[in-house]
Each structure stands twice: as C-alpha cells, then as structure tokens.
C-alpha cells in the first residue's frame, strides 16, 4: 500500500461516492440512488430523539394481584426491561422507559420518538400479553372451559399444557441455511426445556397451537422430539411476518398483565429552533477550522480540511446506516468530535515539520510523521474510546446518545487521519 497508495485513493473515492448516496437519500429519488436503495429495500432517513422531534407517551398499570410482595419491584422491572428490548428490537432506539410505584399502584411509562401514531405504538408495546401452549387432548379427556377462538378447528379436543410465556427464555429471526427463507427460533429455560420435550414426544406429527392473549399466534407441525430446549417454526414466512411472530411470542414472558391507562401524543422539547443553531453552530466551527488550518499549514492545512469533509460525510452516513437516534447531546458529541479529528492531524503535521527540520526529504518526512504521531493519536483516542463505552453502558438515554455518536467520530477520526489524509500526502508528493 505505501508504493501504491492509488489503490487506498480510489477506495476512499468509492466509499465518499456511497456515503454522499446514503447522506442524500431521500432528498433525490431518481437515477442510481433510486435504483440503488429500491434493491436494498430500505431508506436511510435520520432518526431524531424525544427532544427534537416528539413522539407518544403511553402509561401502562400493571396488574399486582397475585404477586408476592417481596417479588413486586422485580415483576416491575422485568417488565420494563421486557417492553425496552421489544421497543428496541422494533428500531425504536433511545425510548424513554420509566417505572412508578405510589399508593399501592405500579406503572410503566413509555416514551418512543417519531411516532406520533398512538395505536401503532400501542401494538409495538403489546400489553397483557399471555402466552400458553395447547396441544390436542384424547376423546376421554374433560373440555377445557374458555378455549381460544378458532382453535377447535385446528385441534378436535384441545387441552392446554403447563408449558406458558414464562418458560419462554428467547426467540429471535434466523433462516433456514438450505432455503434461505425466515424461520422463528425459540429457546427455552431448564424447567421449559424438559416441559417442552414432553409435550413434543406426545406430539410427533400432530399441531402444537400457540395462543396469546387467547388469540391464536401460530400453530406448527411437530416434525421430531426437542429434547434440547431449542426450536425452530417454519412456515413460509417473509422477514416482516417472521419478526412480527417473534415480538409476539417474546410478549409472552411478560410476569405481569399490563393495561393501557392513557396515552398521548409528545411535542417535542426543544424542537426544530434549537436543531438549527446547533447545525449552525457545528457549521461556523468547521469553516473556523478549514481557516485555521489553511493558515497555519498551507497546503498541509487544505489537505486535512478535504479530509475533514470527507469524514463529515462518513459519520452522518454511519448515524444512518446503523441508525443512531440523534439527540441535541448526540449533535453535540458530533461536533466535539470534528475537533477531535482535526487534533490528531495538528499532531501529525507537528511531527513531519519537525522531521523537515532534520533535514529529511519531504516523502521520508510524510512516513516518520505519521509514524512517530501514532502513538499520541492511539493513546489519546483509546481514552476516548474507553469513556465513551462506559458511558454507553451506565448512562441515561441522553447520555447514551452523546456516547454514541462521540464514539462513532472518535473511530472514523482515527480513520481519516491515518488512512485518508496519509493517503492524499502520498499521492501529491508522489
């Protein structure tokens, strides 16, 4: 790579090429970007938090009858923590997920931005949500009293089994490794594991239905005896359908019924005023920047600010592709991190002025400048990297979100530095 750097060039040329596309898709909706994104199936849109776009508030009572007091607070917050990974497996990322516990009342409070559908978000959520397994009884067993509906047409004699929602450890998408086509895999805990080998040695060949809420979800085929706590359902299903019945039967774990007593549209909190000036802002600093740099390093200086736009582009690509939900915090960490980008080429430029100083040739310079720079640039970097993680995994959503994009600038500076401005040094003074 360093007797070519050409082939670096035109890879960082490709990828500035894909990052523009993805930058400004939804802005044009013709030629390649139509064709490329209709293949992919998928937009890039930027995803805006509670405080810059809104979204819906919905407050759910949970049900406490029949729970041991000494159980409550962790029925409480496994159901908290059940609707945050289900809100999140949708792609609704930084929600606002908060419990309240006054005069004998439990509730969960749940906040989603861009949503302003309040039933769409009820359906997202889910409430009661109470799993259970049927399968088909022999002739001389009791009818069971309150059968699902429809269920009589798929099994002559059902009878529901001690296998529920709470036996149900995971479920998650995969695909079937000969057809490629979606399937629904469940995993099942210890005590679910032996109930389900059970209920599937009984059941070879026969429907086992599954109901939630006493509506009939699924009702596959027993191919073989699961002994082993894990399985698959397979049915035809597209990627929507398998996704969907795999959020239902995770609804299922809920420990608690939960009911819906208000909801409600949020405004948001700062709103489109505030975004401006913090775009504003961010845009009087980088062309702050490019001046600095042009005066103080000449050609060195317009070389790092190409750079510097390059990694604009690069980073707001990346807050679309994974998507990251942008916060005023988050728009923060971005524009902090664009001075940090620009740090670590102070850095190198000091180093190569100083190899020009001993006397070495220009090229020999460019390489000792980057090389003696990398391990101020590594040290300083990691100390970034390693906060913004702890940040992630102990701070609120807020905080998360300044992490995040703080994160996502300090790895793609670290690129642009050493890769993207190396790279254009070598080509000119090649």
Do not use: C
């Not at 397994?133 to 009293?145: I, L, M, P, R």
Request: glycine share 8%.
């Amino acid at each position: 790579m360093r007797k070519s750097p050409r082939i670096l060039f035109w890879f960082i040329i490709l990828l500035t090429i894909l990052a523009v596309l993805i930058d400004t898709s939804g802005l044009f909706r013709s030629g390649i970007d139509q064709f490329l994104f209709s293949k992919l199936h998928r937009d890039f849109p930027f995803h805006l938090g509670l405080d810059l776009e809104g979204g819906t508030s919905i407050t759910l009572q949970a049900d406490m009858r029949g729970v041991p007091a000494s159980y409550k607070n962790n029925a409480l917050e496994s159901a908290k923590t059940i609707i945050e990974k289900r809100v999140n497996f949708l792609g609704v990322a930084e929600p606002v997920i908060q419990t309240a516990s006054s005069n004998n009342e439990a509730r969960i409070i749940v906040e989603m931005p861009g949503i302003s559908d309040v039933d769409q978000a009820i359906r997202l959520i889910g409430t009661t949500a109470q799993l259970s397994f049927w399968e088909n009884g022999s002739e001389n067993q009791a009818t069971v009293s309150a059968i699902p509906l429809g269920l009589t047409q798929i099994l002559k004699n059902p009878q529901k089994t001690d296998l529920t929602g709470k036996d149900l450890q995971q479920t998650g998408v995969t695909f079937d490794r000969n057809a490629g086509s979606p399937q629904v895999s469940l995993t099942f805990s210890n005590e679910g594991a032996k109930k389900f080998a059970v209920i599937t040695k009984r059941n070879v060949g026969k429907i086992v239905a599954i109901v939630l809420d006493n509506q009939i979800i699924s009702y596959p085929r027993v191919n073989v005896p699961i002994v082993d706590g894990n399985a698959v359902i397979t049915g035809g299903f597209t990627t929507d359908q398998a996704k969907a019945l795999s959020i239902a039967l995770n609804a299922g774990a809920l420990p608690i019924p939960l009911s819906v007593i208000e909801q409600h549209t949020v405004e948001a909190t700062l709103g489109a005023s505030s975004l401006q000036k913090s775009l504003f802002a961010g845009i009087v600093g980088f062309i702050l920047i490019v001046i600095f740099m042009s005066v103080l390093y000449g050609r060195l200086g317009v070389l790092a600010s190409v750079a510097l736009v390059l990694y604009t582009l690069f980073v707001l690509a990346l807050f679309k592709i994974i998507p990251v939900t942008l916060t005023l915090a988050g728009i923060a960490g971005f524009i902090l991190s664009i001075g940090m980008a620009v740090d670590a080429n102070i850095l190198i430029f000091e180093r190569m002025r100083e190899e020009t100083r001993r006397g070495k040739a220009r090229e020999i310079a460019i390489e000792l400048g980057f090389l003696r720079a990398w391990s101020s640039i590594r040290d300083s970097n990691v100390s970034s990297i390693i906060t913004s993680l702890i940040l992630i995994y102990f701070g609120t959503s807020i905080v998360r979100g300044f992490a995040v994009t703080l994160l996502i600038g300090v790895l793609v500076s670290m690129f642009s530095a050493i890769v993207v401005t190396r790279t254009f040094l070598r080509i000119i003074y090649k």
